[in-house]
């Protein structure tokens, strides 16, 4: 039986800044259809590793490959095939939500993209702010538009970096689907987040960071519930 290839395989990831050892030895494989949550506490090395997979932050050690390129020799191959919510900016704040858009799908060279930008902007609740500039938008509506700008181009690889920080029931739901819209589409996706129980109801497979190690992949069943709770402390303390 041959195995199914991992549309992102990281294999050692070291990041170093100066001093500080953001990322230690990520190994971490994630696969078309599947939406992999990387769940840590603060500090433990989630956005460090997501702005390795983004293109964004070189490693300083390892082999990290997204959709077959090398992040290192092949950053704007891997830019192209991945969507990337940041875990913070990223949002131009004289802009409008609408111009968001139109820059992306520029970027994108799309065509026909205004139909599947309205439905996004009305899924996330946006609709009636898409022209107003995002400096007067809340800190969930920016996360809001943050991950819709992501899937707008429906990537191959999904990084969605602390999509449910302060955002709202709605706005939750509405990054769950499109989590399972892109995987419905055979898109890889991939989640950071602190939250337990949303990283469980939004993905398929869950790997626990700490201190900048990958410590444990787990089905996400494995972290439902109070015996996935416990399960979660024992790999933290
Ligand atoms: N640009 C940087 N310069 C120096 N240290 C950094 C930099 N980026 C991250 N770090 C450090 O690397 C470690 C991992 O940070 P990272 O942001 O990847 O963790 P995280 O798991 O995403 O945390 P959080 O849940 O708080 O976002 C932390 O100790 C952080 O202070």
């Known amino acids: 039986m041959t195995e199914t290839p991992a549309v992102v395989d990281v294999r050692s990831l070291h990041v170093r800044f100066g001093e500080v050892e953001a990322v230690s030895g990520v190994d971490l494989r994630a696969y078309a259809g599947q939406a992999t949550a990387l769940l840590g506490r603060n500090g433990a090395g989630k956005s460090t590793t997501m702005r390795v997979l983004a293109g964004v932050v070189p490693p300083t050690a390892g082999q990290v490959l997204v959709a077959g390129h090398d992040v290192r020799t092949e950053t704007l191959r891997v830019k192209q095939a991945v969507g990337y919510c940041p875990d913070?900016?990223?949002?131009?704040p004289r802009a409008t939500a609408w111009e968001h858009l139109q820059l992306a799908a520029r970027l994108r060279r799309m065509d026909h993209w205004e139909d599947r930008a309205r439905d996004l902007l009305e899924r996330f609740e946006l609709g009636d702010v898409a022209h107003r500039?995002?400096?007067?938008?809340s800190h969930g509506m920016g996360r809001r538009l943050s991950v819709l700008l992501a899937a707008l181009?429906?990537?191959?690889?999904?990084?969605?970096?602390e999509p449910f920080d302060g955002v709202?029931?709605?706005?939750?739901?509405?990054?769950f689907d499109v989590?399972?819209?892109a995987r419905a589409r055979g898109a890889c996706v991939l989640v950071s987040t602190h939250l337990r129980e949303l990283a469980v109801q939004s993905c398929t497979t869950v790997s626990v960071l700490r201190g900048g190690s990958a410590v444990a992949t787990v089905s996400a069943g494995e972290?439902?519930?109070?015996?996935?709770a416990r399960a979660?402390?024992?790999l933290l303390d």
């Open 88 to 92: 913070v900016g990223g949002l131009v």
């Open 232 to 234: 979660y402390r024992g």
């Open 168 to 175: 709202d029931p709605i706005g939750v739901e509405a990054t």
């Open 179 to 181: 989590i399972s819209d």
């Open 133 to 137: 500039v995002t400096a007067g938008f």
């Open 153 to 161: 181009h429906e990537p191959e690889v999904l990084l969605l970096d």
């Open 223 to 228: 972290m439902a519930g109070e015996e996935g």
